[in-house]
Nanobody, 123 residues
């Protein structure tokens, strides 16, 4: 499974962005997918995850009510809709795939990682 995140950019506080994670490989649709982010000088942190079927999702407290994760297995795509963005959301965002049903926020349970996409939120 290979992953590629895209859709990052520069946005003003209060604005929105939609990140996309493109997966390749026949088994991508059978993997849970998570989004993580890493700000300057910070450790990688969990943002959101979704099960392979899309029936269940999980969010970090810091993004609940503002971010929405979704997927379209017919297109091998996972999305992260980010609304009401704040300067503290500035980070490189990564998508990752896991063979576990609900890997949640555990970095160790993710088997495949894509290159990140930079999101910059200006105040």
């Amino acid at each position: 499974v290979q992953l590629q995140a895209s859709g990052g950019g520069l946005v003003q506080a209060g604005g929105s962005l939609r990140l996309s994670c493109t997966g390749s490989g026949r088994t991508f649709s059978s993997h849970a997918v998570g989004w993580f982010r890493q700000g300057p000088g910070e450790e990688r942190e969990f943002v959101a995850s979704i099960t392979w079927s899309g029936s269940s999702s999980q969010y970090a407290d810091s993004v609940k009510g503002r971010f929405t994760i979704s997927r379209d297995n017919t297109k091998n795509m996972v999305y992260l809709q980010m609304n009401s963005l704040k300067p503290k959301d500035t980070a490189v965002y990564f998508c990752a795939a896991s063979r576990a049903y609900t890997p949640g926020d555990s970095v160790l349970l993710y088997d495949y990682w894509g290159q990140g996409t930079l999101v910059t939120v200006s105040s």
